[in-house]
């Protein structure tokens, strides 16, 4: 006999400061990622703006503003422009491997690092190794990090100086939460080059977008990811092309 259907269950939670506009106030909805089609129904709750987390999915839910706007990238149609050209050839001999999602001591000690340059006092500047533990291993879905390590001589290992922890959906690649060293003088631009070997990867792969998550109008934080073209948002009526210039005010 075939196990019935469940359908999820959503909660809301209590408004709290918002971390990207200052005077607001943010309010998400949300539902467990449980059952025999976890993987299913992360992949339709992507597909209408949920983020994952652990093993929850939310999305924004606040009553008076709707600044936060789902993002992805048309991973097909994405082609670099000069800058980002000269960032992939500036990166290129980094040694790129994509992991089991399991946290490592060195992984966490560059997120420390990179959360207290460019995150000093948010949300996650006090997780702990456990904390970093549980967002990495706790997925109920495909998941794994990929690691970029800088080359060495011998072929052993190299200093790790990004990471991204990445779910594969059936459409495409969502990258959950990237950090990277922030401070090396001679890789500036390491977040922008990340989110540019994830949409390669994912042309390579078949998989037609790249999830950014949410681009915050009016958030300077959350301009970079308008950067990656073409671009389509979630709105009323589903997914649509944009060009973010005749937003950004």
Not at 6 to 28: A, D, M, Q
Not at 130 to 140: A, F, G, I, L, R
Not at 154 to 162: A, P, Q
Request: proline share 7%.
């Amino acid at each position: 006999m075939t196990a019935p259907v469940r359908f999820p269950r959503f909660f809301v939670t209590n408004p709290s400061p918002c971390p990207y506009l200052p005077g607001k106030s943010e309010r998400k909805v949300f539902t467990e990622l449980t059952g025999p089609h976890t993987e299913e129904l992360n992949d339709a709750l992507g597909r209408i703006g949920f983020r994952r987390s652990q093993n929850v999915a939310y999305r924004p839910s606040c009553l008076d503003c709707k600044a936060c706007v789902s993002v992805r990238v048309l991973a097909d149609e994405f082609h670099p422009n000069a800058t980002q050209r000269k960032l992939i050839k500036r990166n290129q001999d980094l040694v790129v491997e994509a992991c089991e999602p399991w946290a490592t001591e060195e992984q966490f000690a560059l997120l420390q690092k990179y959360l207290s340059k460019r995150h000093p006092g948010g949300g996650m500047a006090e997780m702990d190794e456990m904390d970093y533990s549980d967002m990495v291993e706790q997925s109920p879905v495909k998941s794994f990090v990929v690691e970029y390590r800088e080359p060495t001589e011998d072929g052993s290992k190299g200093r790790l100086v990004g990471a991204c922890l990445t779910d594969q959906q059936g459409d495409g690649l969502s990258m959950i939460y990237s950090f990277f060293d922030a401070e090396h003088d001679g890789r500036a631009g390491l977040g922008n080059y990340i989110i540019m070997d994830h949409v390669l990867r994912a042309h390579k792969a078949g998989l037609p977008y790249v999830y950014l998550g949410y681009w915050v109008d009016g958030s300077s934080r959350m301009e970079y990811k308008v950067k990656f073209r073409p671009l389509e948002r979630l709105g009323p009526d589903g997914w649509i092309r944009f060009d973010p210039k005749d937003l950004i005010k």
